[in-house]
């Protein structure tokens, strides 16, 4: 992998994580996973590839994997991201489109990811 997260990164990401855990009043424990092998048992429907999107989620277990690739964008953008995997995991019906919406709306980001990545995120359920 071309891009990695440095030690400093990963604490504020813990930080901010923790803030989202409480301000939405999570029963699932959000965790963040640096290491694909977690999603090793998924499989990939389509085009849709893990390097692709921002993030990966598996809402019952409240596992986000966040994409190194965000290291090099503005850290909005991960902080937004990290707020979207909570949507998903604090509400595993909500659809996509709202869930975007709802992050944008709490965490603006300059010019929309999802214009970036055409899929933003793979969100995996038991
Ligand atoms: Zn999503």
Redesign the pocket.
């Known amino acids: 992998m071309k891009w990695k997260f440095s030690e400093s990164d990963k604490e504020w990401h813990q930080t901010i994580l923790n803030a989202f855990e409480n301000i939405l009043k999570m029963k699932i424990k959000p965790v963040l996973v640096y290491d694909r092998k977690h999603f090793a048992n998924y499989l990939y429907k389509g085009a849709t590839k893990p390097g692709g999107v921002w ?1 990966e ?1 598996i809402k019952e277990c409240g596992t986000i994997w966040l994409n190194p690739h965000l290291s090099t964008e503005p850290k909005v953008e991960t902080v937004n991201t990290i707020y ?2 909570c ?2 995991i604090k509400f595993p019906k909500m659809h ?1 489109n709202k ?2 919406k709802l992050a944008d709306k709490m965490i603006p980001v300059a010019s929309s990811l999802s214009s970036k990545k055409k899929i ?2 793979i ?1 995996h359920s038991h």
Do not use: K, Q, S, Y
């Open positions: 993030a989620c979207h995997e949507l998903h996509e869930v975007r933003f995120d969100v």
